[in-house]
């Protein structure tokens, strides 16, 4: 059975930085592509970053510059380094594995950016 689990989010102030860490088990996290996703309530879930099994990376233009995904092979781990922290990011974030025949969720964990 596939498990992700996110940790690493809270209260930071705007400016502040935070490091999200997504635990995956049960699955062959080597060669999959992994993401990281927002989603405030009542919005759309929006893609903020991507990490693919050579460990090339993809952000959303608003986050390019503030936010680095970077990922552990050995411990199948995926992280998300957000600096530079701004109200908007304000939301919750989920992680996101995606394989050839499923895509699976952790269950989010809740960023707050104070002003």
């Known amino acids: 059975q596939v498990q992700l689990v996110e940790s690493g989010g809270g ?3 705007d400016g502040g930085s935070l490091r999200l860490s997504c635990a995956v088990s049960g ?12 989603q405030a309530p009542g919005k759309q879930r929006e893609l903020v970053a ?5 460990s090339g990376t993809s952000y959303l233009d608003s986050v390019k510059d503030r936010f680095t995904t970077s990922r552990d092979n050995a411990e199948n781990r995926v992280y998300l380094q957000m600096n530079s922290l701004k109200s908007n990011d304000t939301t919750v974030y989920y992680c996101n594995m995606l394989t050839k025949s499923a895509s699976y969720w952790g269950q989010g964990t809740q960023v707050t950016v104070s002003s």
């Open 50 to 54: 991507t990490i693919n099994s050579g």
């Open 27 to 38: 699955g062959i996290f080597d060669f999959n592509k992994m993401r990281w996703y927002r």
């Open 11 to 13: 209260l930071v102030q």
